[in-house]
Structure formats: C-alpha cells, structure tokens
C-alpha cells in the first residue's frame, strides 16, 4: 500500500511538472488557450458582481425608509365585477380614512400618514426642474423618520387652510435656488400644462445623501391641489390619497398590527372584504430580492457561456497536442508509463491552463469589480458591484471542473494509443 502510495504521489509530481514544461515551450498557445477560461472567469466575477450590487442598492433604499413601514393602497380589483386593474387604480381610500385609523389608537401604531404623488414642473425665476410632488400630512416627517434643515414641514392649518405652501428636497433647493435661501421665495408649480399654482417655500428637508427620492421631491399639504382641481375631487367632499403610510413602534410584530389595520379599515369602510391592500416592507423586501436573484442567475447564466466556449478552446487544443506528441506519448509507453500516467499528465495540463486562466480571471475580475464605482453614466447612478467569496469560489471551483471536464477526452485518448504504432508516427 505504500508503495501505491508514493507511486501516485510520483505520478502526480511528475505530471505537474511535464504540464509546466509544456506549458512553458509554446507559450503564445498556452496563453491563448488559457484566454477563453480569462475572459469567462472574469465574466462570471463582473456579472454576478454586479447582480450582487444592484442586489444591495435596492436593499439599501428600501431598509433606508424603515423596516418598520406598512403601505395600505387602493384595492386594485373591482368589488363588482372582480376585474383586476393596475395598482392605486382604486379610489377607496381618503384622508379621513387616515385620520380615523389615528383616532382609533390602534396598538403597535406609531404613527400615520396619508400620501398622493404626481409630477409637475417647478419654475423659479430663470431655473426649471421637474420633480415628484408629494401630498402629505404633518405626520410623514415622523412616519419616515425625517426632518426638515431649515423652516418648517407642513402644519396641520396648511391642510385644514388647503394653503400653497411647500417644502423643497434639499437637491430641489439647490438647484431652484443656487445662489440664495429658498425659505420664504415663491416657486411656481405647472400641472399637465394646463394648471399654474405660486407656492410660498416654507422649508427645506434635510439631505439624505444618494440618489435618495425625497432629495429630489417637494411636498405641500394632501388637500391643496384637490381643492383647486375640479376633476381631482372626491364626489363626497372628502380628498383621495393614493397610500397610507404606517410606521409601527419598534419590536411589534407587523403581521399582528397589519391584522389591526385591516379590521379597523373594513369597520370604517363598512364592507366584509378589503378593498384595500396591506404591503409590508418585508414583503417588498422579499419580492426585490426574487427579482434581483433571478437577474444575478441570469448575469451568471450569460457569464458561463463565455466559459463553456473557453472550454471547448481548452479541450480542442489539447486534442491537437495528442495529435502533435503521438511518439513522445508512444516513448513514454516504451519505458514504462502506464495508461493512468499519460492520462494524468494530458489531465493535469489542462487543468493547470485552467486553474491558472481561472486565478488570472478572479483577479481582473475583482479589479475590474473594484473600479466601476468610478465609471459614471452621466446622470444615471453610477454601476455598483459587490465581489463576495461565494462567487471567487464559484469561479475558482469552475475553472477546476473545466479543465477537468475539457482534459479528460484528450488525455483518453492519448491513453489509449498503441505505443508501437505511435513510435511511428513522425
């Protein structure tokens, strides 16, 4: 059994150094075999890295709001005919709605807040910009754990008055008013092209930094433009809103007050079915990281076959390579090499091309990785790539089982020559 032992351990030795020497005395051909398993394995790196990257960036916006937050929408489906519209295109849900579930005192509730959105155009003096408008309530600023840099957010009086007033997002502020303090300046506000409104600036929100939605928004109170809008009002009187918003008190589980809200909202709305919906940050949470799994695979899925084509490059010319050393595989027989041993040696080159194409891929693949948070899109945010071990292993693993797979067809038949006829073979 030793002597087994120490005879494999031989060959093995032996092999990796025939491979290295080989390897060594065609070096244009060695390097451009090698260059299909670069190239796929740093396809694998780049792509999976960036499926990682776009992974975290949702993950970070979203936890960014609270992990905290339950979202109540208009019910999508027609309580009449059971028809299934898109999402918000419900109008059962009002501000009064809002404010009923607050004076309900509903445990595990922080906090609530109705919410509408739409685009406009904001005008101030010789600078334009177009920005999401939210209409909100005193209570957002504590429902999403924000606060304003300078002034005051919206009152209670300002939706009571249905007063035009706004508060600006920090990058709006930049950007209407570069050179002067917006806080007291008026901006005028353009609605599909047909609606003009002066609002009086009352604040600025504190900045959140990135490519956060409020620095790049305006709110004014939930009942203003409504009121001035014919075709926006609710035959009742009272004001649509698109979603509610509920921030929980920490460590409460949100199934238990998602149930609370429900309830209480069908009392309110006196029907046996929602016709609402309740969405937790969980949940979105969840559903993004589906996408964005999916999205990953599909990056890795693209990456491979870059690899399989280096594969078949790798497995083509170590086939060529029997074909040119049929008499030094034929002299290798004639002193003694058993099959195994020519089947090691064809096996172990193909894995060393691999294993270093591959150790090469992982580390332009990294650098590469580390140096597209620098590149820049223009105005689009810039490409973020997350390298994380599991993925180097992947490829490492990868390139292993390539040489493996790409090795095993020329080694056999190498093996498989007949060293007579192969001491022929000029």
Same mark, same amino acid.
């Given at each position: 059994?030793?002597?087994?032992?120490?005879?494999?351990?031989?060959?093995?030795? &032996?092999?990796?150094?025939?491979?290295?020497?080989?390897?060594?005395?065609?070096?244009?051909?060695? *390097?451009?075999?090698?260059?299909?398993?670069?190239?796929?394995?740093?396809?694998?790196?780049?792509?999976?890295?960036?499926?990682?990257?776009?992974?975290?960036?949702?993950?970070?916006?979203?936890?960014?709001?609270?992990?905290?937050?339950?979202?109540? @929408?208009?019910?999508?489906?027609?309580?009449?005919?059971?028809?299934?519209?898109?999402?918000?295109?419900?109008?059962?849900?009002?501000?009064?709605?809002?404010?009923?579930?607050?004076?309900?005192?509903?445990?595990?509730?922080? =906090?609530?807040?109705?919410?509408?959105?739409?685009?406009?155009?904001?005008?101030? *003096?010789?600078?334009?910009?177009?920005? @999401?408008?939210?209409?909100?309530?005193?209570?957002?600023?504590?429902?999403?754990?924000?606060?304003?840099?300078?002034?005051?957010?919206?009152?209670?009086? +300002?939706?009571?008055?249905?007063?035009?007033?706004? %508060?600006?997002?920090?990058?709006?502020?930049?950007?209407?008013?570069?050179?002067?303090?917006?806080?007291?300046?008026?901006?005028?506000?353009?609605?599909?092209?047909?609606?003009?409104?002066?609002?009086?600036?009352?604040?600025?929100?504190?900045?959140?930094?990135?490519?956060? &939605?409020?620095?790049?928004?305006?709110?004014?109170?939930?009942?203003?433009?409504?009121?001035?809008? *014919?075709?926006?009002?609710?035959?009742?009187? +009272?004001? =649509?809103?698109?979603?509610?918003?509920?921030?929980?008190? +920490?460590?409460?589980?949100?199934?238990?007050?998602?149930?609370?809200?429900?309830? =209480?909202?069908?009392?309110?709305?006196?029907? &046996?079915?929602?016709?609402?919906?309740?969405?937790?940050?969980?949940?979105?949470?969840?559903?993004?990281?589906?996408?964005?799994?999916?999205?990953?695979?599909?990056?890795?899925?693209?990456?491979? $076959?870059? #690899?399989? %084509?280096?594969?078949?490059?790798?497995?083509?010319?170590?086939?060529?390579?029997?074909?040119?050393?049929?008499?030094?595989?034929?002299?290798?027989?004639?002193?003694?090499?058993?099959?195994?041993?020519?089947?090691?040696?064809?096996? @172990?080159?193909?894995?060393?091309?691999?294993?270093?194409?591959?150790?090469?891929? $992982?580390?332009? *693949?990294?650098?590469?990785?580390?140096? #597209?948070?620098?590149?820049?899109?223009?105005?689009?945010?810039?490409?973020?790539?997350?390298?994380?071990?599991?993925?180097?292993?992947?490829?490492?693993?990868?390139?292993?089982?390539?040489?493996?797979?790409?090795?095993?067809?020329?080694?056999?038949?190498?093996?498989?020559?007949?060293?007579?006829?192969?001491?022929?073979?000029?």
């Amino acid at each position: 059994m030793e002597w087994w032992y120490r005879r494999v351990y031989l060959s093995i030795f &032996d092999a990796i150094n025939f491979a290295f020497r080989s390897i060594i005395s065609t070096p244009l051909r060695s *390097g451009l075999t090698a260059l299909g398993v670069i190239v796929g394995v740093t396809s694998v790196i780049v792509l999976v890295s960036l499926g990682q990257g776009i992974k975290k960036q949702v993950e970070d916006e979203i936890t960014a709001l609270g992990t905290n937050l339950l979202f109540i @929408t208009a019910s999508s489906e027609d309580s009449t005919t059971g028809v299934q519209g898109s999402r918000n295109s419900g109008l059962s849900l009002t501000l009064s709605d809002a404010e009923k579930l607050i004076s309900s005192n509903i445990s595990g509730v922080r =906090n609530i807040a109705p919410q509408i959105d739409f685009p406009a155009q904001l005008i101030a *003096g010789n600078y334009n910009v177009e920005a @999401t408008v939210f209409g909100t309530t005193p209570e957002y600023i504590d429902v999403i754990s924000t606060e304003t840099l300078s002034g005051e957010f919206i009152t209670q009086k +300002d939706v009571d008055t249905k007063a035009l007033r706004m %508060v600006l997002g920090s990058e709006i502020a930049k950007t209407l008013f570069p050179d002067q303090e917006p806080i007291g300046k008026i901006v005028r506000l353009s609605l599909f092209n047909r609606f003009d409104f002066r609002f009086l600036v009352t604040g600025v929100m504190k900045p959140k930094g990135g490519k956060d &939605d409020d620095d790049f928004s305006v709110f004014i109170p939930v009942s203003t433009m409504q009121n001035r809008i *014919g075709f926006l009002r609710n035959p009742t009187g +009272d004001v =649509n809103v698109f979603r509610i918003i509920v921030r929980s008190e +920490d460590g409460v589980e949100k199934e238990l007050v998602s149930n609370k809200i429900s309830e =209480n909202l069908k009392l309110i709305h006196n029907v &046996d079915k929602p016709d609402f919906e309740i969405t937790s940050m969980d949940q979105l949470l969840e559903a993004s990281n589906q996408v964005t799994g999916a999205l990953t695979l599909f990056l890795g899925s693209i990456a491979g $076959i870059s #690899l399989l %084509v280096g594969a078949i490059g790798v497995g083509n010319i170590m086939l060529v390579s029997v074909t040119e050393r049929t008499r030094e595989i034929g002299t290798l027989r004639s002193i003694g090499a058993t099959k195994f041993d020519i089947r090691l040696q064809f096996v @172990t080159e193909a894995l060393t091309i691999c294993l270093l194409g591959g150790v090469l891929g $992982i580390i332009i *693949g990294i650098i590469i990785c580390l140096n #597209l948070s620098d590149i820049s899109f223009g105005e689009a945010e810039n490409l973020s790539a997350v390298v994380t071990p599991t993925s180097v292993i992947v490829a490492f693993v990868v390139s292993f089982f390539v040489g493996l797979i790409s090795g095993a067809y020329p080694a056999y038949r190498a093996s498989e020559l007949d060293p007579i006829e192969a001491l022929r073979s000029e």
